[in-house]
């Protein structure tokens, strides 16, 4: 997935990664901090880190949404997926949308937290 996002980076296409960023983040998020790390300098990607709870997982692809549920006492790679599409009239794209947005607003450019979690 790393050598897509880069790719997609370097031509031009916005790759915009928000991620928890406070000092309680928990293996998964260590992982997804030490592993989106070198995204950094990749044409037009930027990563952002949030100091609030993050409760979800969202990769957004135009009008398609993978959203990945956490659940209590399930590691995220064994979570359940929503995988949703833009429709006319429907809402829940729009609100997992606009809570990525609302996150992405909230958050921080990736700063010394990032270095030193990757380091």
Do not use: K
């Not at 990607?45 to 990769?59: K, P, T």
């Not at 809570?99 to 992405?104: G, K």
């Amino acid at each position: 997935m790393f050598s897509v996002l880069t790719e997609r980076a370097d031509a031009g296409i916005e790759v915009r990664i928000c991620l928890g960023g406070s000092d309680s983040i928990d293996a998964d998020e260590r992982s997804a901090l030490v592993g989106y790390a070198p995204l950094r300098g990749y044409g037009e990607a930027s990563i952002r880190l949030h100091r609030g709870a993050l409760y979800n997982l969202i990769y957004r692809s135009d009008d398609q949404l993978f959203v990945v549920q956490r659940a209590y006492g399930v590691g995220i790679a064994a979570a359940p997926v929503l995988h949703l599409e833009r429709t006319d009239g429907g809402d829940m794209f729009a609100t997992y949308a606009e809570s990525f947005e609302r996150a992405w607003a909230e958050a921080e450019p990736e700063g010394p937290e990032l270095i030193r979690v990757s380091e």
